[in-house]
């Protein structure tokens, strides 16, 4: 006979014992509770504040959305799609890397009109200006 032969017997025979062992029946007593003190928290009130955001999409004749402008707050930045070239798939190789969005930072109102001398000789209380005399 082989040797591995002779292992074979004395390796189920540990294998069970091990088995039969492992498998012991859990004891009858129920498991010991611990009694947990009762706090008296206030109530918690948490309450969302409605989303400030503004979307305003752009679009082209065909409903292809061109740009979308978002207000969230006092940020205010442009998304525009990028467009792939030729007969690439966006995540494709020749597709180029995603566009990524234009923050706002400042806007000047250039066509604002401007405030009154008078108001502005008012709010400084500063005599107005003398006119120059007339040669």
Same mark, same amino acid.
């Given at each position: +006979?082989? $040797?591995?032969?002779?292992?074979?017997?004395?390796?189920?025979?540990?294998?069970?014992?091990?088995?039969?062992?492992?498998?012991?029946?859990?004891?009858?007593?129920?498991?010991?509770? %611990?009694?947990? &003190? %009762? *706090?008296?928290?206030?109530?918690?009130?948490?309450?969302? #504040?409605?989303?400030? =955001?503004?979307?305003? &999409? $752009? $679009?082209? =004749?065909?409903? /292809? *959305?061109? &740009?979308?402008?978002?207000?969230?707050?006092?940020? @205010?930045?442009?998304?525009?799609? =990028?467009?792939?070239?030729?007969?690439? *798939?966006?995540?494709?190789? +020749?597709?180029?890397?995603?566009?990524?969005?234009?923050? @706002?930072?400042? %806007?000047?109102?250039?066509? #604002?009109?401007?405030?009154?001398? %008078?108001?502005?000789?008012?709010?400084? =209380? /500063?005599?107005?200006?003398?006119?120059?005399?007339?040669?």
């Amino acid at each position: +006979m082989t $040797r591995t032969s002779l292992l074979w017997p004395a390796l189920l025979l540990t294998l069970s014992a091990h088995t039969a062992l492992a498998q012991s029946t859990p004891s009858q007593a129920p498991p010991k509770m %611990e009694k947990l &003190e %009762e *706090v008296t928290d206030d109530p918690v009130t948490i309450s969302a #504040k409605p989303a400030q =955001n503004k979307i305003t &999409e $752009r $679009r082209d =004749n065909s409903g /292809n *959305v061109v &740009e979308a402008t978002v207000k969230s707050g006092p940020s @205010t930045y442009t998304l525009r799609p =990028n467009h792939p070239v030729g007969t690439s *798939v966006p995540g494709d190789a +020749m597709s180029g890397a995603p566009r990524g969005a234009q923050w @706002t930072l400042f %806007e000047f109102d250039l066509g #604002k009109k401007k405030k009154a001398p %008078e108001d502005d000789a008012a709010s400084d =209380n /500063n005599p107005p200006p003398q006119p120059a005399p007339a040669k």
